[in-house]
């Protein structure tokens, strides 16, 4: 970690709220759904598909996930009557997992059929590893039940192997990516190379047992073992994906979509940013580096 990315994410409990905003704002379609259509249309318009996001996780209340429920159900529409091409992303805390978690399943389920319902594809996001066995519970126990439902697993995790595995026998559809939480170092790895060997041996684990993945990363050297794992298995343009940030690396998004290979975008929007941002930031301090670099760079989408 640079000295700079230190001493940026050690003054962000300091730094007012319309500033993180402004550093964070490349990175956020913006307040509203019409924000993230706006922004998600644009992506079309360059050849990328996009995931939506409603920001907001770890909800309290009931009322607070059957309100999450109603807003996704309003994403899958617009994204239906805009004619998007994209799906939607949603975290199982946001629709009450740490509440109860057969009442997480109904919400997701819930989201599930909406989107079958407008020929439409749900992704159960990833988060801290207190959650990840009950996600993939609710992962597998839905896909008996819906084919247009996918999940995510972290190449840090020290789990990650078994779970790819398991994943892999069913053919799931599946994000990949590093993982951002901080986690102990018996449940996580801590060596950055041994994540991203993790990384790639699970990519040859996963595209090799026939899973959609959609290779979620930022870092050239894993697009790279991404391209060679595509290359090994002979896979055609709609076997896998490459995934990436909203904001992050216009240049390496370019190039793939460049060379043909589809490129999908996570576009978060909501009030809710606040959190996410400071999150994001403290978790990967290299983002916050860019972040503070990116002020000065015109954002196309914006």
Known sequence: MSLMNKAIVATLPLVPKPLVRYFAGRYIAGDKLEDAVRVTKALNKRGMCATVDVLGEEVDTREEALAAVRNYKEVLAAVDAEKL????????????????????????????????????????????????????DIYYSLRDTYDNVGTVIQSYLRRSLA???????????????????????????????????????????????????GIATHDEKMVWEGLRAVYKFGLKRDQYEFQMLLGVDAELRDIIVGQNH??????????????????????????AGQCFRNIFVKYEFK
Do not use: Q
């Open 85 to 136: 091409d994209a799906n939607v992303s949603l975290k199982p805390t946001m629709f009450g997992l740490k509440i109860d978690k057969g009442f997480c399943r109904e919400n997701v389920a819930v989201i599930c059929e909406e989107a079958r319902r407008y020929g439409n594809f749900v992704r159960i996001d990833m988060e801290d590893s207190s959650c990840t066995r009950d996600t993939l």
């Open 262 to 287: 589809r490129l999908r975008i996570y576009v978060p929007f909501g009030t809710a940013w606040y959190p996410y941002s400071t999150r994001r930031l403290k978790e990967n301090p290299h983002l």
């Open 163 to 213: 779970d790819g595995v398991g994943l892999a026998a069913v053919k799931a559809n599946l994000r990949l990516c590093k993982g951002i939480y901080v986690e102990p170092r018996e449940i996580a790895y801590k060596d950055k190379a041994v994540v991203n060997a993790n990384y790639a041996f699970l990519l040859d684990v996963l595209l090799g047992g026939g899973c959609y993945v």
